[in-house]
């Protein structure tokens, strides 16, 4: 257990405003990335960074435009002067990943912050006998922190040929930061990126052999696993270019991920149950704007004050004070160096059948054309 840190002094200061944005953009205003960024702790953390920073240039990465829309308007509606961008991004897709890489790259300078937390877990299960079990056990507690033994989920291969978990909660993202890189390590300049993880991440759901978990049953456990040692091999390479990279977890929160694992009518009659279980657990953070405490909180610091190797974390306590506490992952650096490097590979892989499915489609679209 880390121990429980003090809410940060206050690193962003205000400046004059401006309206002028793109490459001209001023020094001082940061430019703040979010994917996911349209509901859940995604779309709080962005009320909180506007709250904090008036002249946040804030860039809302979402895959549902509508949603995102939506988003946009209920942040204004209490801040008719915010600077919100908003920028289509599937990260699931490589192409959508590298488009949106590309607009970014027409639109801004540089990258301050960026937070990578959209994040999937599609058709969960949860064995109900398990939890029956560990509820009566003294894992119970740890049981409703981390969800062991008692989530599967069943994944399946998206267009790209990847797994989609791993796809859309890992690689994606990947390949994000990868093409943002001329824009997040620049001289001079310190860049941030922060990954939504979670406690369940676990080890023995990752396979390295089978990073993308195309055989076990946990690959939502498997992908934020990923994510952990992802961001330790990230420091390792790019500490020295300027950019650093955390890990957050943000609790247990209710949100349309969670809903969606059970029944709505189940979550509504054990809700009052879930407020309870609080007083026990400082992980049960339940809102989004408890949850997204962390993800807030590394962006007061400064870089010189982040662990590599910790996880930060979103708590709450019984009487609703909500605190941020770094705790030790389960991670090697030669698991992560391994990992990193097969990530590269992969990217190398992806790109390349990419441009050959886009020069197939060309050559298609051109024998279409000829014989009309
Ligand atoms: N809720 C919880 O208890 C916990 C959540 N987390 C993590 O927090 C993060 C946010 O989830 P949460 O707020 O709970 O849930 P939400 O479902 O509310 O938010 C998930 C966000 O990710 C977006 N998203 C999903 N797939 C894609 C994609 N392919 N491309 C772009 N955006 C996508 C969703 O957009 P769309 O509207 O298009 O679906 C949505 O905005 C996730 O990474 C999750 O794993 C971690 C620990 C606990
Ligand atoms: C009576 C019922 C069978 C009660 C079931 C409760 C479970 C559905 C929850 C208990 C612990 C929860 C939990 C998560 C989901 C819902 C539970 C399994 C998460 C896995 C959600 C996403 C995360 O990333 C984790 C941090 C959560 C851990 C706890």
């Known amino acids: ?27 001082m205003e940061k430019v703040v990335i979010v994917t996911g960024a349209n509901s859940g702790i995604g779309l709080a953390l962005c009320e909180r960074l506007l709250t904090e920073d008036s002249q946040l240039q804030l ?3 979402c895959r549902n435009m509508q949603r995102a829309e939506a988003a946009r308007a209920s942040l204004l509606a209490s801040r008719s002067s915010a600077r ?24 801004y300078s540089r990258v301050d912050f960026l937070y990578l937390n959209a994040g999937i877990m599609p ?5 109900i006998g398990a939890f029956f079990k560990g509820l009566f056990s003294r894992n119970a507690i740890n049981m409703f922190a981390t ?36 824009l997040l390590c620049q001289p001079g300049h310190t860049s941030r990126v922060v990954w939504t993880s979670s406690s369940n991440a676990r080890r023995s759901a990752f396979s390295i052999e089978d990073f993308q978990h195309t055989k076990g049953t ?21 500490n020295s270019q300027g950019l650093f990279s955390s890990v957050t977890c943000p609790g247990l929160v209710m949100t349309n991920l969670t809903f969606g694992i059970l029944p709505s009518f ?26 997204a405490e962390a993800l807030f909180w590394l962006f007061l610091q400064k870089p010189e004050v982040l662990d590599s190797r910790a996880k930060y974390h979103s708590l709450t306590s019984g009487l609703g004070t909500k605190y941020t506490e770094p705790r030790q992952m389960d991670i090697d650096d030669e698991m992560s160096e391994v990992f990193y490097s097969k990530l590269l590979e992969l990217e190398k892989t992806t790109r390349r059948k990419l441009k050959e499915r886009n020069a197939d489609n060309e050559a298609y679209q051109q024998y279409l054309n000829n014989i009309e």
């Not at 809700?271 to 704007?289: A, D, K, Q, S, V």
């Open 84 to 107: 919100i961008d908003l920028l289509h991004l599937d990260v699931g897709s490589v192409q959508s990943v590298l488009s949106a890489a590309k607009e970014i790259k027409t639109k």
């Open 59 to 61: 860039c809302l990465a």
């Open 266 to 291: 189940f979550w509504t009659l054990i809700m009052p149950i879930m407020w309870m279980i609080r007083i026990f657990t400082n992980t049960f953070t339940l809102t989004p704007n408890n949850g």
């Open 218 to 238: 946990e690959p939502y456990s498997s992908s934020k696993y990923a994510s952990d040692l992802l961001s330790l091999a990230l420091n390792r390479h790019k």
């Open 147 to 182: 969800a062991e033994g008692l989530l599967t989920q069943q994944d399946r291969v998206n267009s790209d040929g990847l797994q989609e978990v791993f796809a859309t909660n890992l690689f994606g993202h990947f390949l994000l930061v990868r093409e943002l890189e001329p």
């Open 1 to 27: 257990m880390g121990c429980r840190l003090p809410r940060a002094a206050k690193t962003s200061s205000r400046f004059s405003f401006s309206r002028t944005f793109c490459v001209s953009q001023s020094n």
């Open 123 to 127: 058709n969960p299960t949860v064995d």
